[in-house]
Structures are given as C-alpha cells and as structure tokens.
C-alpha cells in the first residue's frame, strides 16, 4: 500500500498518504527525506528545498508561493505557502487539445422515454411553487394527495419549496424563472403542477409563456388566489398528472443519452488524486460513448483556467470561457472580495493550501475532453459533450444549477462528507476509504482504494457499472434519506 505518492514529474512537493511523526523518513526519487513535523495524511512535503518566493509546485504547476525558505521534508501549508492570484487577467486563445482514444461499446440504461425525445432516469411527480408564499400549501397539498393514492407506480412526489419569485429584479427574477423552467421541464420529473399565489412578481400566466412548448397533459398549473379551496383543486389536479403518467415504463436507452453534472465539495489533499482523477476518466468515457458532462464551481476554477481553455474546441468557445471567469472575478471585485478567498476551513484541514492547489485538483473531474459549449447560469444543455457552466462554488446552488441544465445525476466528490441532495440523484464518491466506511449512510462510491490496491481501470468499470444501476432506477443515499432540495442563485436587490 502506497503510503505517499508524487503526482507529477515537475513537482516540488509530495502528498502523504497515511499520517506521518516527525523523525520518519521516506525515500523518494533516490532521495531520503525525513519528515520534520508530524504531518497528517493528504498533506504535502518539501521534496527538496524551496527558497522564499519560488513556486511550490504540484500537479505539474504552481499551485502559490513559499513566503520563507522551505527545508526538505518539511510541511508545505497555509503556514508558510502563499496564493498569487489576484484579479481578472488577459487570455490568448492557445489550443492544446487531448481526447483520448476511448472505443465506443454501446452500454445501455433502462430510462423513460419522454414525448419530447428527451430522456429521464426518474419518474417523479413534483410541485414547482412560482414563489415562496405557497411552499407550505404544496406541501398540504402532497400530504392530502398521498392519503388518497397509492404512489407505488411512480418514484417518488415532492415539493420543491424555495424563497423567490417576488421581490426580486433583474437578473436575480431572470434566474428565478430559468431554475424553475429547468425543474418544470426536467426528464426525471414525468409530470408537475406549477403552484402559485397570484400576486407574486413571477407571475403564473407569464411563467407558463416562458416555459415555451409543453405537454399539457402532464403539466397543470394553480393560482391559489384565484380557487375557494386550493388543497381540493391541487390535488385534483395532481390526480389528473399521476393518471398519465403512473403507466410510465422504462426502456432500454443508449448510454449516449445519459448528462451528468461534475461537482465537488468538502475536498481534501486526495481529492485531486483518487475521486476527482475518477470522474475525470468517467468524463471522458461518457462523451466517448455520446453522452455529456458539465463541470461548474467557476470560483474553483480560479489558477486552472488555462488548462480548460486551451482545451476550447475554437476560438469562440475559448472566449466563453475567458468570459466565464472574468465576469465571475468581476463579481467577486464589485462586492469588494478578494477572488482567492478559497478553500473553506475543513478544505485547508484536508491539505489543500491555496486556491490554485483546489482549482488544479477541482478541474481534474472535467477529464481530457475538448470543451465543447459554455452556459450562462439557468441556461439548459445544448450540445452533447463536456459543458461548462456558470454558477458558484457553494454545493446546493451549483448542483440545482447542474439539474436544472438538464444533468440526470450528479456525481459527488468529497474527503470530508456530506448528506444533502438537489433534485435529481446526488451521487457522493468518496476520496478516502475512512470515509466511506464511516459515512455509508452518506457515501455511495469509494475512490479511496485507488492509493490501496486497485487500479484507475478497475475502478472505472466498477465506477461505470454502479452509474448505469443508478440511471436504471437504483437509489443513492441522499434519495433514501429524502434529502432533495433546491437554492437558487441571488447576486442583487430584494425590495
């Protein structure tokens, strides 16, 4: 079992991979280095000495700077390596294409065909409330439902309750409709009733324009202002869906229909090493069979940018990216925050030092892949293959943001844990076995074994083959707790 391991050829630094006392040595590319100070696992050491000001270097690059003079087998951390980012920067589209030469072998998953040509992994019914003052009513609403019908032809009903839909301007009532269309109009709901107030600035009538072209059997829509008894017209309208929709069956689909959204969270020293490498490898496979994945967290691609925009698939798309980052640096700046205020206290705990440090492990799960279309936030999938996507780093607002892109599942990364679950499966793959043995209540996949005795192949197909049970109906953790929820992006004015 590997007890450290060096992750790239350029690299000044090494990360451990089991807890290490002072006084303990390892040899490493011929050279016998003792460690200095206890260091715990997925932090990194000075594989040899690094002068005040040089780079430290992991993943090939440098991930910040030494703020003093760094003796071989001492610990490299927040301590004594600093950040160098700072604000927006000027881009020259530099193409570095890298598909690998994956072959094609035309797996399949039992999903629900849709009338629209679209393809869902679930059949669930759901209520979308157009604004915050009716969540509790959609839920008096479901409660009432399921005492007078059995639920046991579909997969699930639920109420996705949020906070907006009125008193809001510009881009934040823009985005409020966008993630709701997203929800409205997702394949893994088979049908939904749109509930509303009636004086709320997102209003029914308008919202239903937006959503453009839809199946009128399968999606009803309540304004509670306007009935004497909205608990009897809601459920009276739901029963209308559920008889439409209980007789769904799955079939067999193509692997090439199946979008996943790439999203990492509680990330330690291994995430860059086991479960992000993990989800890359899957990118890349997935695309090669057709299908399409979409990676986010803008704020932690910050100090990896370079590497996702010489991989743009023109000069077009590249400038989407430089956009994409910028206009979220821009963000940062206007609300008077450095753009480096990143990782989190439990991410620096893990081993991750620096901003770059997490955005070069964070971009990992993107894989090799050309990018191939970048979304503003709210916009829904348009092109098969790796997406980009424009939301923030923070977990539920960025796995809605993922969902209501039109991904099935989210696939998870984690080295510390975590419960929750957006609206469509959350799939949580752990980087380190202790983890997952701990957590099995929240973990459903263990990239762990990666640095014990398995290889990337084997964990791959393992990998895939737990994916495609997933699509096919098997439940991940966070559906088996009823943890669902949704949090929709807010940058402006509340009046």
Excluded at 219 to 224: E, S, V
Excluded at 389 to 408: F, I, K, Q, R, Y
Excluded at 454 to 480: H, P, R, T, W
Aim: charged share 25%; glycine share 10%; proline share 3%.
């Amino acid at each position: 079992m590997k007890t450290y391991i060096k992750i790239h050829d350029k690299d000044n630094v090494f990360v451990l991979l089991k807890d290490y006392k002072a006084g303990e040595s390892i040899e490493i590319d011929g050279i016998k280095v003792e460690i200095k100070q206890d260091i715990p696992k997925g932090h990194k050491v000075a594989l040899r000495k690094i002068k005040k000001d040089d780079p430290v270097v992991k993943y090939g690059l440098p991930i910040g700077y030494s703020l003093q003079d760094i003796e071989t087998g001492e610990h490299v951390h927040v301590h004594n390596a600093k950040t160098r980012l700072s604000g927006t920067i000027e881009y020259s589209f530099q193409q570095k294409l890298a598909d690998k030469d994956i072959s094609k072998d035309n797996k399949t998953f039992m999903g629900y065909q849709r009338n629209d040509g679209s393809v869902g992994i679930r059949n669930e019914l759901w209520i979308v409330p157009t604004v915050g003052c009716v969540n509790g009513t959609g839920q008096m609403i479901i409660d009432t439902f399921k005492k007078e019908v059995d639920l046991q032809s579909i997969d699930h009903i639920e109420v996705y309750k949020h906070n907006y839909g009125c008193s809001q301007l510009g881009d934040d009532h823009e985005n409020t409709k966008r993630i709701l269309r997203g929800l409205v109009k997702h394949p893994n709901c088979g049908g939904v009733l749109v509930l509303g107030l009636g004086c709320e600035n997102n209003q029914v009538a308008e919202f239903r324009d937006f959503l453009g072209a839809i199946d009128e059997q399968r999606i009803k829509f309540l304004i509670t202002q306007e009935v004497e008894d909205e608990i009897e017209a809601g459920v009276k309208l739901l029963k209308e869906i559920f008889g439409v929709m209980k007789d769904d069956k799955r079939t067999e689909v193509p692997l090439s229909e199946l979008k996943v959204g790439l999203k990492c969270g509680g990330s330690d020293g291994l995430s860059g090493i086991t479960a992000n490498p993990l989800l890359g490898e899957f990118s890349d496979y997935l695309i090669a069979q057709g299908g399409t994945s979409v990676l986010t967290e803008v704020p932690e691609m910050f100090g990896a940018e370079t590497i996702l925009m010489e991989r743009a698939k023109d000069e077009e798309t590249f400038e989407k990216i430089v956009h994409l980052i910028n206009d979220f640096k821009d963000y940062f700046i206007a609300n008077n925050q450095p753009v480096y205020e990143n990782p989190s206290p439990g991410n620096k705990k893990g081993g991750i030092t620096t901003l770059e440090d997490k955005s070069l492990g964070c971009t990992q799960k993107a894989g090799h892949s050309k990018v191939v279309d970048v979304l503003k936030y709210g916009e829904v999938l348009k092109k098969r293959g790796l997406n980009l996507l424009s939301a923030p780093g923070n977990d539920l607002v960025a796995a809605t943001a993922l969902a209501a892109a039109g991904c099935h599942m989210v696939l998870f990364t984690t080295g510390r844990g975590t419960p929750f679950g957006t609206f469509v499966p959350t799939m949580k793959i752990s980087t380190n076995s202790e983890l997952y043995n701990r957590k099995k209540n929240w973990i459903d996949f263990n990239a762990g074994t990666l640095v014990e005795d398995q290889s990337m192949q084997k964990v791959l197909e393992a990998f895939i083959a737990y994916v495609i049970q997933v699509a096919s109906g098997e439940l991940v953790n966070n559906e088996k707790s009823q943890f669902r929820e949704i949090a929709i992006f807010k940058t402006g004015v509340t009046l």
